[in-house]
């Protein structure tokens, strides 16, 4: 049947439609892959079928995971709770994966992905409750232990304790990679096993490292003390000294300290103590009221300065110049040290280095002289080993630097191998603020010294001098971190050994026969030589002192038995407020220890001593034994380098071990300055300082 809109509907048509239409709905119902519909919505003609609904897509699989465990130690912690650190910012952030409390023995795990695994550290809150198991009380102090990432895939033990956390400390200081920063812990630490291994067993190597540990952790305990009325305080930067503040600067300072913690540690009279807790907290508060290292105020204010924007390098390069020390006392009488470079040096050269040069300056009574290296000018001939020879500093003489990176930090070569290491440079800007508010409330308050002038004594006695006159645009402090990482063996020119006779050598008593070498020594008579061989100074050294008789004078009376030690042992240097006058002395001795050596008549056995000095005369009197040890001789181009192991921690109060060079017939006191303590200091920058120097009637810095 056909229709169109004109076919008119009679009732026999609509009833043959109605039949197609029931014919229609069933073919639809049988017919298989069509779409049916339902009695509310019917299929609408000429509508295509809707598809079947698609099947769900299968859950995708879990990320993969791997357990990073270990132990918590200094000996094992309970109650500390580790995580891993995936921004890497040294802290347990709340996204972190984080274990549960450490058991009694030490232990966590933290479930990290797959993908994490050995790419960040492990870093662990130790509150101050948590139970050490070695002396089964509680710790007393909350700290955060470090160990660095591994670098190892899959699930990996990592052993936190204060000696990783040293490790990470000099990765942070420097830059280093975790090998190399361990190596150079290992090394300062005199461990025979590397800081990042697990110090739990019964060995020899093992024991030391792990009371070495304990050490660390009760002299970060006595230094927190030091530093805790610091907190809530302005720093340097301005900003408040946070607890997380003390911690870097507790740290930074135990690792600087770390040779004098090591010798302290391995002392017999600590290590052997029958309350050892009690020797190791004794020890730990002395290293504190000692040590240089171990200064709460100059590590704070390096944790603050580093807080300060980063000194910016000018597009083009420029002329400049750094003031580090000044000392003013009229225009006919200043000295001052500075480090200039010129445009061309500040050009990166073909190996992409930078250059500067040292410049020290005095005038004294009008007569002005400079040199190259070294704070005394008759010290400016000092000899070191540069890896091939022994060379000078001239004045001129390029060293070298990477240009800062972003984060302001320089690798630098000073003076041909003489010194490497690290430095990072902050900034503030000092232009419109005058000259003596600048001095006074920066510099003169900043703890410390620098090229042996220190802070408090920085520019004019007289302030006033400077009346009221600004700093000019352009004029910044620099406030700079150095970090000495290798330090070249150097010897004095001027200072070769002398060594008495073998007459005077050899000692005596002299109270009972005046005619004995060592005795006419003593009066004064000249028995001494220098010393063309090392061979020469030991056999001339053995240790044997010359018993006098008792004295009084002015300053009061000498102990007795009164022994006279120069004639058969040699200087390693002294150290101020080494030592207590001896009761019923009065002031007949100084408070400075002489520290000597002594050798044996064969091999190569040391003794060490300790030593009264004499206020009159200086005179060594009087020495006690602080320890034994060995020496070793290398050569090292024309030649022989003799240096000492298992030094005294009475040693590590100098900023140098004694070494002693023989080259060209003659033996000379040598030095090896410590590395790897991080000093702060503060610099002028060229325009800062030339407007000072104006303003002084100085003669300007022209690089």
Known sequence: MTLDRH???????????????????????????????????????????APAPAPAPAPAPAPATVAISGVVSDGPLQGATACYDLNDNGACDSAEPASVATD???????????????????????????????????????????????????????????????????????????ADAAALIQAQAGLSVSPLADFGGTSAAAMQAALLARLVVLTHKALAVTMAPSLGQPDVSGATVTQADIDKAATDSLRAALPALAATAADPVVSGASD??????????????????????????????????????????????????????????????????????????????????????????????????????????DRHWNGSGWVECTLGQRSSQTPRDTQGRSNYNYCDGDEKGVSVRTVTD???????????????????????????????????????????????????????????????????????????????????????????????????????????MVAANPGKPCTVNPQTDANGSSLNPNTWWSGSSVSMGSVSEGLARPAGTANFFTTTANLRVSFAPSGTAVTYYSCLVRTTSGGTRNCSVIGTGNFAIQALGDARVMTFSNLPAMTQRQSFARVFVQRGGAVYNGYLNASNITRSTLRLNLPAANALFSTLGIAPIVP
């Open 430 to 536: 000092i232009a419109g603020q005058t000259m003596a508010s600048v001095i006074s409330t920066k510099i003169r308050s900043f703890p410390g010294e620098d090229s042996g002038v220190a802070y408090a004594n920085w520019g004019p006695g007289n302030l006033s001098v400077l009346g009221s006159v600004v700093f000019p645009a352009g004029s910044q402090l620099y406030y700079q971190q150095t970090t000495p990482t290798a330090i070249a063996y150097r010897y004095d020119v001027t200072n070769p050994v002398e060594t008495w006779d073998a007459s005077v050598a050899a000692g005596g008593d002299a109270r009972s026969n005046s005619t004995l070498a060592c005795y006419q020594a003593y009066l004064g008579s000249s028995l001494q030589h220098a010393s063309a061989t090392l061979e020469d």
């Open 276 to 381: 050892l807790q009690a020797a190791l907290t004794a020890a730990a508060q002395s290293l504190v009221a000692i040590q240089p290292a171990l200064n709460a105020a100059e590590a704070l204010a390096a944790v603050g300065a580093a807080k300060l924007a980063q000194a910016a390098a000018p597009t083009t390069p420029v002329d400049s110049a750094v003031l580090r020390s000044f000392s003013y006392t009229d225009a006919n009488n200043w000295s001052y040290r500075a480090m200039p470079a010129t445009a061309a040096d500040n050009t990166p050269d073909s190996a992409g280095l930078v250059h500067f040069y040292d410049l020290h300056k005095q005038d004294v009574a009008g007569v002005i002289t400079s040199w190259g290296r070294g704070t005394l000018e008759a010290r400016k001939g």
């Open 7 to 49: 076919t008119p509907f009679t009732p026999r048509s609509l009833a043959r439609l109605g039949s197609l239409f029931a014919s229609a709905a069933a073919l639809a119902i049988t017919l298989p892959g069509c779409g049916g519909g339902d009695d509310n919505n019917p299929p609408t003609a000429g509508t295509p079928p």
């Open 104 to 178: 009694a023995n030490g232990n966590y795990a933290v479930t990290v992905l797959a993908t994490d695994a050995g790419n960040h550290g492990v870093v662990v809150n130790v509150p101050a409750t948590a139970i050490d198991k070695t002396t089964g009380a509680a710790i007393g102090i909350t700290l955060t232990f470090k160990a660095p990432a591994t670098s190892a895939s899959g699930a990996q033990s990592v052993f936190v304790n204060p000696l990783t956390t040293m490790v990470v400390s000099q990765m942070q200081a420097t830059g280093a990679n975790a």
